[in-house]
Structures are given as C-alpha cells and as structure tokens.
C-alpha cells in the first residue's frame, strides 16, 4: 500500500482521525507521517500521543510481531512465544525477521555451516562456501591483513561468477 | 527382533571398551530433523502425525542401514515395555507419555535409535562405547544422507535444519559424551568444574538426559550451540573440553592414590561387600555402590571383575529391567530383594 499523501513511498503508519464524529483513515509513508505529526501539534497538541504511535525507531511494534503468522501451518508467533516451539518448517520463513535475533540470542551466531541435505547440497554448498569466504574476508579486513583479504576477494568473485546462486 | 531378545543382549556402548572408557561410559551423537511438508508433532492434528511415521516408516524400507533393524510403534508396547526402553537409552523419557503415531526404530545392535515423532519428526542417535564422537558422527551421518534420500527435510541455507525448538536450529546435532567422575566428587571439586562447563555454553545433566539428576557420579556432558558452527568444529569443541575433564579426573583419582590409599581401598572394598551380600538394596544404592566398585575396577583395586560386567549391572537393576527378567509386576519391596539377588547372583560367580 501506497502513502496516501506523497503517493509514492511504502505507507507504514496508520491513522485514524475523527472529526465530527466522520471517521478517517489515513496510510502514510514514514516521512509524511512526520510531517502531519508536527502539523498536528501545532493544531492539537497531540505530539505525544502520535509519538507513541508511529514509534518511528523501531522496525515493527511488538504487536505486529505477536499478530504474524505462519500461513503454512497458521501458528501466530504470539502462540510460539507461549509454547516455545514452532509450528513447521515454513514458520522459520514466516516470522525470519523476529527469529533472526532470536537465533543469534541463543547460539551466538544466525549463519549455519553444517552439512546441508544430500538433494540441496550442490547449491547449498555454494551459498555456505560463499558465506564463510565473506566471513573470512571481514575478519582479514579487521586484522589489517590485506593481501589475505584480497586474494580471499578473488576467491569470492570467482565463486560467484560461476553460474548463478539459486534463492 | 522381539524386545524381549534385548533382555539377553549387551548394548554396544555397555561394553567398557574404546578410548578413555575408564571415565568416558559412552558417546552419543544426536540429529533432528524433520519433513518440510508436515507440522511439527506438537502442532500436527492426528491425521498429519498418522502420515508422518506412515512416510517415515516406508523410507525405512529402502535404507539398507536399518535392514537388521526393528520398528515398535509405542501404541503397541505397554507401559514397561515403554520404560524398559527408556532404561536402555534406547529412547527419552518424554517419548514414552502419550504414544499416539509414535515409534522408535532400533537396530539389532543397539547402536542406533530413531524416535518418530519425538519433538521433532525423526530423532536419531548413535551411541558407541568410550569416548569416540567422531566415530559416532561418521556413522549417523551416513544414515542422516540415507534418510535425505528418501525425504525432504525440513532445511534453509541460512539457518540449517529447521526444528521445532529453536535450540536445536542448524546442525540438528546434539553431542553427549557420558563421563564417570568418582574422584572429582570425593574431593569436592566437581562444583568447580561444572560451573566451567556452564560457563563454555554446554549442559550437564545426569543419567537419563534432560532434567534428570545427577547419580552415581554418572554425568553427561554436551553441546548447547548448534547453530554457527560446523558438526565437525562442534564436536571438537566437546572433544577438547572432555580432554580437559578427564585429566582432572585422572590427577584427583593419583592424588586419592597417592595420599588416601587406605580410605580409597576400604570404601571401594566396602561397597563390593555390601553389593555381593546385601539382601535388600534400592536402586540409588545400588548405583553409588556400583560406582565404587567400578572405580576399583578401573584403578585395579578390584581384579576379578571388568567394566562390562559392572556397567551391564547398572542397566538390569533398574526396575523395568528386574520385572522383565522375572515376567511379572513387582512391588518396590519386591524389587528391592529381587535387585539384591540378581546382583549377588552376578558379583559372585567367576
């Protein structure tokens, strides 16, 4: 859905405005909203309120993560929270962008490098191959070893121009 | 292979042998994986978990791995059946409450167990005798490739295979490696070393795996990460730790040796006594006994009698064991003179 002022960026924040009892829902962009949050406060002195509800920081409340679900299976992470244990595969897809940190919170680490399913393992190999080279780079980079770093740069262009990585 | 042939048969990792199995009892390596086209037990309806162990169950025809294997469905077995199998570190605890379109798969030797739809679709581990991760990898991950073949599985490139708790996310794997630390107990200094092992990310628990206590001087160490780190990186992770572990159990056991002598010869003697003449002995007895007595063994102390020996007595004591040996129900009193007998019996005869 599209800002309904600027019509041109993503709308992230929705409002609903009564006026005289005629109820009005506005969607807008990130940007827009900032600007009809100090019109606001000039003219009501909402500040605090708008404040509180385009809580501009954060990439998405904690109530929007509570109300996803797994369209597989039809789990809500609300419900993963109570029971601590997801509900299929595809939940893993569905709520990646809560489980992300979440991984990281209890394994340290978000990026797998183990074995990989004999049927996928060709593709798979290459993306974790590519992964560990990106690693290994950073850590070449931070210790100021740059002639490791960039034979390690060579080895990741030559990986990838072979044939495209399936996604 | 009926479940009643177990009864006559030593588990693989009973057998006291392979490296360091003065301390290390056995090692085991665990995987969990699951379908990507099924909800995860928990969340499966009846008709869901009916298909999954019917799926997995027609994948196990075509692995020549699991050829001398057999598969008992839970609903089939009764409750000591059930019990005599968790005994047995055949398979969990918590597999054996509501067996509905559950199921373990156990070969004739008892090296592998696969629990169907356990907390996650399959649950597989293999032990071996002694301290020997590697070789336990190498094996189940042959038989992980075998079941790859036949399913899919549950996997994402990112984040590995996919389970039904997030601990378990990545490898899947799970390694534990059973260690008898008789020495580090007595002089006290087991506190210390547990608070390391809790610090370096790994769980001990006792005998019997997740919240089970600590017995017998029986611990069992392994891996929290699974996720970030190669099986292969994971296991030498443990291996090194358990290296640590085990000379300062062999410095306490030299330092018990060299300063205590008389005292360590008297308890181990003792236990020994009491065990070949008891008439009535519990199983928490029987195992802090059997826990000297394999540390005689162990420091040659005591010459008549192996680790096998000693370690097979630790499983037939337990009390669905002694009721299957006797093919009736017994009371704890019952047991009681019954486990007395059969270790008299055992420790007696040359």
Known sequence: ?167 | MKLNDLLNHTSEWLKGTGPHSDIVISSRIRLARNLDKFPFPHWADKKQSEDILEVIEKARESIGYLRSSTLFKLADLDGLDKQFLVERHLMSHEHAQKTDHKAVIIDDEEILAVMINEEDHLRMQLMQSGFNLFEAWNAINKIDDAFANELSFAFLSDWGYLTACPTNTGTGMRGSVMLHLPALVMTQQINRVLAAIAKLSFTTRGLYGEGTQASGNFFQISNQVALGHSEEEIIENINSLIRQIIEQENQSREAMLSKNRAMLEDRINRSLAILKSARIISSQETIELLSMVRLGADLGIIKDIDARRINELFIITQPAHLQKIENKKLTSQERDVKRAGLIRDRLNTH
């Open chain 1, 1 to 167: 859905m599209l800002c309904d002022v600027c019509g041109k960026n993503p709308a992230t924040v929705h409002l609903t405005e009564i006026i005289d009892e005629q109820m009005n829902e506005l969607h807008l962009c990130e940007e827009c909203a900032r600007q009809k949050s100090s019109q606001m406060e000039s003219q009501f002195g909402l500040s605090d309120l708008l404040a509180g509800l385009a809580d501009f920081e954060k990439p998405l409340s904690e109530q929007e993560a509570e109300s996803a679900k797994c369209p597989n299976c039809q789990l809500t992470y609300a419900e993963f929270k109570k029971i601590g244990r997801l509900g299929c595969g595809q939940c893993y897809t569905a709520f990646k962008k809560y489980l992300g940190p979440l991984l990281k919170r209890i394994h340290g680490s978000n990026i797998h490098f183990g074995k990989s399913p004999l049927k996928a393992s060709r593709v798979i190999k290459k993306k974790t191959d590519l992964q560990e080279l990106r690693l290994k780079l950073q850590k070449a980079v931070g210790m100021e070893a740059f002639e490791e770093a960039a034979r390690i740069r060579d080895q990741i262009k030559e990986l990838e121009r072979n044939k495209p990585v399936d996604s």
